[in-house]
């Protein structure tokens, strides 16, 4: 299983039936960079267990800066299992939703989105964007460009940065875009979110979100198709 996976530094399973917090089930920090529940719904039908379901509007979970979470000047892999909900490759306020994200405007930092295709957001692609040392106000990015992926589906996201010379996108454990970049990701201090970016109030998910994980190095293609076979979707 995931947990099993060396170098796990966080966990989200995103499968509590009450409360307001999502727990951190990474072995080498339990009980440590749990996460704060805002809006979202819990104890939803999943792809595999149960979700949380988010609005699209207020929900999302939210993760106090820890320096754990800054993966600056190393390779990092970040996954989560999504459902992208009707029209959910876009927002209720016209902008494209965060799936995981740290990273603040001209600050730097990396994030997963969606981006919407058609107008109407029923289908879309994801990204994997991070912000530079050299140029922490812009961004390097890597867009899935093999399909446009409909809406109301799952998929497994993983973004994989391989310090110094690329990043990577893969999308139901296939990859399918790599850019090469020898530049490396500015840190900063802002929280660690699921569902939304660094204020909360804008780029919502619209759909369920399960197994979020962000890990201090960069996962094999193997380790990667194995987990999306877990997942039903590989």
């Given at each position: 299983t995931i947990k099993r996976l060396s170098g796990l530094v966080a966990y989200y399973p995103l499968n509590e039936v009450e409360g307001s917090v999502a727990r951190n089930y990474a072995p080498a920090n339990l009980n440590s960079l749990?996460?704060?529940?805002?809006?979202?719904?819990?104890?939803?039908s999943g792809q595999v267990g149960r979700a949380y379901s988010f609005d699209g509007v207020n929900d999302y979970v939210s993760v106090a800066e820890n320096s754990l979470l800054r993966l600056g000047g190393a390779d990092f892999t970040l996954c989560c299992l999504v459902y992208i909900g009707t029209n959910g490759f876009g927002t209720t306020d016209g902008t494209n939703p965060y799936l995981i994200s740290k990273e603040y405007y001209e600050?730097?930092?990396y994030t997963i989105k969606a981006t919407q295709n058609a107008a109407d957001g029923s289908d879309g692609r994801f990204l994997f964007l991070i912000k530079t040392?050299?140029?922490?106000?812009a961004s390097i990015n890597v867009t899935s460009t093999k399909i446009d992926y409909p809406h109301q589906a799952w998929y497994f996201v993983v973004a994989r940065n391989n310090h110094g010379v690329s990043i990577e996108i893969f999308v139901n454990g296939v990859k399918t875009t790599t850019v090469d970049t020898t530049q490396m990701v500015q840190n900063t201090q802002s929280a660690f979110q699921l569902g939304t970016e660094a204020s909360g109030d804008s780029h919502n998910l619209i759909g369920k979100m399960q197994h979020g994980a962000v890990f201090n190095r960069a996962l094999t293609d193997n380790e990667i198709t194995k987990l999306a076979r877990i997942t039903g979707l590989a």
């Open positions: 749990n996460g704060t529940i805002t809006g979202a719904t819990l104890a939803q600050q730097g930092g040392v050299l140029s922490p106000d």
